[in-house]
């Protein structure tokens, strides 16, 4: 079985391999039935290289459909080396059966993402209304959800107005402090396996 990022899987034989190359026989061609209806966009503020390689890698393994990193005023990384970042994602979309290798899209400020993203915008945030009480984010209704996970000292009151003013929710998922790099993966899991 192999994939090609088109969304199908390829049941195949080996036909002819040696030390340059491997010839395939495609048997059947199937839909893969790993990719979830609903597209969650993560917007993810960068952090330190192995904690944001690991939300990319464990991302793609929940299901999230494309990755936005972003710099806040708390952000403290401005950087990201982007060939090793879509190195992570194939190797994780491969891993988890995925017919789609996540998309990554350049690294943006937060002012300019919760401006431009379409759809529903949730923002996380320890203050804002519990997950539960959102319905439409877990009921299946929806498309597509942009989810936004600030720094690890959280958005400031400035961006959560300015969030506020771009028809974002501010949510949170219970009284616990989660880390960066698990937030979004948390409510990206609660939402794709209602």
């Known amino acids: 079985m192999f994939l090609d990022n088109s969304g199908k899987e390829y049941k195949s034989v080996i036909k002819h391999f040696d030390d340059s190359e491997i010839k395939l026989g495609i048997i059947e061609v199937l839909e893969n039935k790993n990719e979830p209806e609903l597209k969650i966009a993560l917007y993810q503020s960068l952090s330190k290289k ?25 952000t403290e990384k401005l950087g990201l080396n982007m060939e090793r970042a879509e190195k992570i994602l194939k190797e994780a979309a491969e891993q988890s059966e995925r017919g789609i290798i996540p998309k990554l899209l350049e690294v943006q400020s937060f002012e300019e993402a919760i401006r431009q993203a379409q759809n ?6 320890r203050y804002g209304e519990n ?18 996970v600030g720094p690890e000292r959280g ?30 993966l948390v409510v990206a899991a609660v939402i794709l396996n209602k």
């Open 50 to 74: 192995d904690k944001f390689e690991w939300v990319l890698e464990k991302g793609t393994e929940v299901g999230i459909f494309e990755f936005i990193p972003i710099i806040t005023e708390r």
């Open 120 to 125: 529903e915008k949730v923002l996380l945030d």
């Open 131 to 148: 997950l539960k009480s959102h319905k439409s984010l877990v009921n299946g209704q929806l498309s597509k959800i942009n989810v936004f």
């Open 155 to 184: 958005f400031t009151e400035q961006e959560l107005v300015l969030a506020k003013e771009n028809n974002a929710k501010i949510i949170s998922l219970g009284p616990r402090v989660l880390r960066t790099e698990t937030a979004g």
